[in-house]
Antibody
C-alpha cells in the first residue's frame, strides 16, 4: 500500500537550517507530484510547493521562495525539503503529500513537528 | 490568492442527521475543489476530489457538489467517527489554498 514516512521531530536554533525527508513506497514515485505543506495551530494549512519527481521540476508558493527548497532522490523514492534561516514563524508541523496531478494531494505523510528555539 | 471561506466554523451534530458544509471561493475555481478530513493528531485525508468525485475507500455517506465559487460537502447520516475538522482546498490557481476548516462536534 501507499506509504509516506517522514523523518522525526526537529528542534533547531533560530537562524539554522533543517532538512526534512519523506520516504515513499507503494506507488510510482517518478510520475508523482510531491507536495509539502505547513500546518500551524489555528489550524490552518498552507501549501509550500510541489516537485515533480520525474524531472525535478518545481513550483513554489511565492511566500516560501527563498525559505524552502524541494528536491527528490529517485533512487530511494525519497522527497526532501530544506528550510533555511529558521525563525519562530517557521515552527509548525510539516507534511509531505503526493498526487498524480499538481494541485491535489491524495496521500499524506504523518507529519513532522519543527520547533525553533535557542 | 484565492480565499476559501468555510462555514460554519463549528457545527454541533447529532449522530444520524444529514449535514452540509459550505466552502465559498473568492473567484472561480471551476471544479478544482477538494475536501479533506483531519482527525486530531492525524494527517488530512482526501474525501472528495474535483468537487464531486468520490474516493476509493471513503464511505458513501460523504458527497460533494458545486462548481465555480460555491461548494458543499454533505454527510448523509453523521457517525461518531466523523467528528473531525473538514477542509476545502482549491487546486485551480497558484498558490493552492485551503479554507480555515469546519469542526464537527457532538451536540
Amino acid at each position: 500500500q501507499v506509504k509516506l514516512l517522514q523523518s522525526g521531530a526537529e528542534l533547531v536554533k533560530p537562524g539554522a537550517s533543517v532538512k526534512l525527508s519523506c520516504k515513499t513506497s507503494g506507488f510510482t514515485f517518478s510520475t508523482s507530484y510531491m507536495s509539502w505543506l505547513k500546518q500551524v495551530p489555528g489550524p490552518s494549512i498552507e501549501w509550500i510547493g510541489w516537485i515533480y519527481a520525474g524531472d525535478g521540476g518545481t513550483n513554489y508558493n511565492q511566500k516560501f521562495k527563498g525559505k524552502a527548497t524541494l528536491t527528490v532522490d529517485k533512487s530511494s523514492s525519497t522527497a526532501y525539503m530544506d528550510l533555511s534561516s529558521l525563525t519562530s514563524e517557521d515552527a509548525a508541523v510539516y507534511f509531505c503529500a503526493r498526487g498524480i496531478y499538481p494541485g491535489i494531494t491524495q496521500d499524506w505523510g504523518q507529519g513532522v513537528m519543527v520547533t525553533v528555539s535557542s | 490568492d484565492v480565499v476559501l471561506t468555510q462555514s460554519p466554523a463549528t457545527l454541533s451534530v447529532t449522530p444520524g442527521e444529514r449535514i452540509s458544509l459550505s466552502c465559498r471561493a473568492s473567484e472561480s475555481v471551476d471544479t478544482y475543489l477538494h475536501w479533506y478530513q483531519q482527525k486530531p493528531n492525524e494527517s488530512p485525508r482526501l474525501l472528495i476530489k474535483y468537487a464531486s468525485q468520490s474516493i476509493s475507500g471513503i464511505p458513501s455517506r460523504f458527497s460533494g457538489s458545486g462548481s465555480g465559487t460555491d461548494f458543499t460537502l454533505s454527510i448523509n447520516g453523521v457517525e461518531l467517527e466523523d467528528l473531525s475538522i473538514y477542509y476545502c482546498q482549491q487546486g485551480n490557481s497558484l498558490p493552492y489554498t485551503f479554507g480555515a476548516g469546519t469542526k464537527l462536534e457532538l451536540k
